[in-house]
């Protein structure tokens, strides 16, 4: 098992930027990591993950404007977001794939970077952190 923390979310206008952190109590770095985002009466979406080997994937809707990265040596995941938008305003939570369902489907031909985290491919979460764009 892992606990996972977010920080980092807050209030912007659109344009603004901020950086999501999640700390996890123990090394995350065989494993891949992902950042989701719920909108008040929306389902809970993939932004985008990172795997151990360091290949990303991303949404649609924020590629080019939100970085993920990892740094192992602090067991910390990050999401810069850039050029942020008001659609963009959700919880945000992190969470861990510690199984493998993730990166399940390359055994069939399919890249971990050509599809958006998927939710059920993760089975450790966060409590979440809240980020608001106002326009």
């Known amino acids: 098992q892992v606990q996972l923390a977010e920080s980092g979310g807050g209030s912007v206008q659109a344009g603004g930027s901020l950086r999501l952190s999640c700390t996890a109590s123990r090394s995350t770095y065989s494993y891949s990591m992902g950042w989701f985002r719920q909108a008040p009466g929306k389902e809970r979406e993939g932004v985008a993950a990172i795997d151990n080997d360091g290949s990303t994937s991303y949404t649609d809707s924020v590629k080019g404007r939100f970085t993920i990265s990892r740094d192992n040596s602090k067991n910390t995941l990050y999401l810069q977001m850039d050029s942020l938008r008001p659609e963009d305003t959700a919880m945000y939570y992190c969470?861990?794939?510690?199984?493998?369902?993730?990166?399940?489907?390359?055994?069939?031909?399919?890249?971990?970077?050509?599809?958006?985290?998927?939710?059920?491919?993760?089975?450790?979460w966060g409590q979440g952190t809240q980020v608001t764009v106002s326009s």
């Open positions: 969470a861990a794939d510690l199984d493998g369902a993730s990166t399940a489907p390359q055994a069939l031909g399919i890249l971990f970077s050509s599809r958006p985290p998927a939710p059920h491919d993760y089975g450790y």
